[in-house]
């Protein structure tokens, strides 16, 4: 016999109501994500519904890509990420060697996700109306996170964990970096403590807040980190100037630029004015004298006829007059281009500068839009605003033995933003220097507006064997990148000053 239609009707509308009903209970904080999510069904009435995690709330969305990442959902095919993509709890957002993820969380944490890395979002309950209630849970499969505690974690630390796959790791803090792997696991604090313990019968991944079992806390003022080297071991303490993971220790490489050539600037030469001083001399009069021929009477001498003394007359010589040399005004150099670089001469270089949107508009000189410079070209380093890319030709490391190097600024934008708005300023110059043996570098920027008088920005640090270098302080940040053939540098600047900020670009070549 066959069903009634009305009979088949009525199953597919039991279906649509039980998932109705679902997200209703999802959303009113009756049932958690977490249980739908390790289900993967919803059970009513003895009928079951598959439920795929386009019905689960979103628990977070992506605010920056940078590279190639995936996410794999729930009954979902696992589909590429892009700026926008809603992070549902049991999803995995995988990195490639290039990939770099930011996700904002609903409570607004902030969760970055560096390259070669998975990272699993088993659980993210966040309550508004009782965060004390909040229950999150993290795995770090392999590679690096960034986390930055929303107020979830801050209201809920009990609640909070984020398990890798030898140790477990609770907060009492908010802002700490992981790298982990299937053998070891290393963590250092920015900001607050955390609390790493290895897996054992009274802590296990299951449970959730800080494990007290062999636990070490680890805190941002104790200049250390935290490391376990296998299963079953204990984490210890090292001194955090040993650490040199540029996974680790690097700042938030993340972010659209791009940098561009500049022209050399023609107008720095100052011609030399000659003076030349007029020689006056003087002459000196002569006087013909004519003497009358002498009469000779008979057997009479003449007498001797003395002829006077004539004295010369004094010629006192004009004055020297000396004509000043004449002092061009000094015009200070500035490394931004007048006008636009244009893009051929952008895209020449190793290193080009690309922005995510519009940027500063006609104050832009040294960048072109992220769509136009990104093919062939590897992400470096970058900010809300640019990206600085590279062209690796398939390599990721600097090339070896190239020792001490020394760039002369080939270029450089920097922006004053105030109350009053966006000012450019004048790039007057700078130095960097970079010694691969010793991976350290050093830099120094000289900038000038009206608005400002003379701002120097300097920062020294480490490189890192791909290239990359940074430094953070309370009012200063930035990060750069080397060509892997140590030819060309590029690095963007933020400066915090009293009644506003400077950000900026630049670009380097060997001297």
């Known amino acids: 016999m066959k069903p009634h239609p009305d009979n088949t009707i009525s199953t597919a509308g039991q279906k ?38 386009e019905f689960l709330p979103p628990v977070g969305e992506v605010s920056l890509v940078l590279g190639r990442a995936w996410i794999e959902s729930a009954g979902q095919p696992r589909t590429m990420i892009a700026p926008g993509t809603l992070v549902r709890a049991s999803d995995r957002i995988q990195t ?19 390259p070669d890395s998975i990272l699993e979002i088993v659980q993210y309950d966040f309550r508004v109306d009782q965060p004390g209630d909040t229950s999150i849970k993290l795995d770090l499969k392999e590679g690096v996170t960034r986390s930055i505690s929303g107020e979830g974690a801050s209201s809920a630390r009990e609640r909070f964990r984020l398990n890798t796959p030898i140790a477990a790791i609770g907060v009492r803090g908010t802002d700490f970096v992981v790298s982990a792997s299937q053998q070891s696991v290393r963590a250092a604090v920015n900001e607050g403590v955390i609390v790493m313990a290895p897996f054992s019968s009274e802590c296990s991944a299951d449970t959730f807040g800080p494990c007290l079992t062999n636990a070490i806390e680890l805190s941002d003022s104790s200049l250390q980190v935290l490391e ?11 001194s955090a100037t040993l650490e040199r993971d540029p996974d680790m220790m690097r700042d938030e490489v993340a972010l659209a630029l791009a940098v561009q050539e500049q022209p050399p600037q023609a107008d720095e030469k100052i011609a030399a004015t000659e003076v030349f001083l007029e020689t006056v001399t003087s002459k000196r009069v002569q006087q013909d004298v004519a003497v009358a021929a002498p009469v000779t009477p008979p057997s009479v001498t003449p007498p001797v006829v003395t002829p006077p003394v004539i004295t010369p007359p004094v010629v006192t010589p004009p004055p020297v007059v000396v004509t000043p040399p004449v002092v ?3 015009t200070p150099p500035d490394f931004t281009p007048v006008a636009p670089v244009p893009v051929p001469a952008l895209t020449d270089r190793n290193l080009v500068w690309g922005r995510w949107g519009a940027g500063q508009g006609d ?16 992400v470096t380093v970058g900010n809300n605003d640019y990206v600085l890319f590279r062209d690796g030709d398939g390599k990721t490391r600097v090339q070896e033995g190239l020792g001490p190097v020394s760039f002369a600024l080939h270029s450089a934008q920097a922006f004053y933003h ?12 700078g130095t960097l220097d970079i010694n691969f043996n010793t991976s350290s570098f050093a830099t120094e920027l000289n900038m000038n507006h009206s608005l400002t008088g003379d701002v120097s920005f300097i920062a020294n640090g480490f490189i890192y064997e791909g290239g990359y270098f940074y430094t953070r302080s309370e009012t200063e940040r930035m990060a750069g990148a080397v060509s892997l053939n140590g030819a ?21 070549d060997k001297r």
């Open 488 to 508: 060309e540098a590029g690095y963007y600047f933020e400066k915090q000053l009293e009644a506003g900020g400077i950000q900026g670009l630049t670009l380097w």
């Open 328 to 330: 061009l005004p000094v």
């Open 16 to 53: 649509r109501r039980m998932l109705a009903c679902c997200v209703a209970m999802i959303l009113s904080g009756s049932l958690t994500t977490a249980a739908i999510a390790q289900s993967g069904v919803a059970d009513a009435g003895g009928l079951a519904v598959s439920v795929s995690a």
């Open 418 to 429: 105030s109350a009053t708005g966006v000012v450019a300023m004048t790039v007057k110059g």
């Open 363 to 378: 104050l832009e000189k040294l960048t072109m839009a992220y769509v136009d410079v990104r093919q062939g070209r590897d």
């Open 228 to 238: 376990m080297q296998s299963a079953g071991g204990v984490p210890e303490l090292l």
């Open 96 to 114: 490639e060697s290039n990939g770099h993820v930011h996700i904002r969380f609903v409570d607004q944490a902030l969760v970055s996700v560096r």
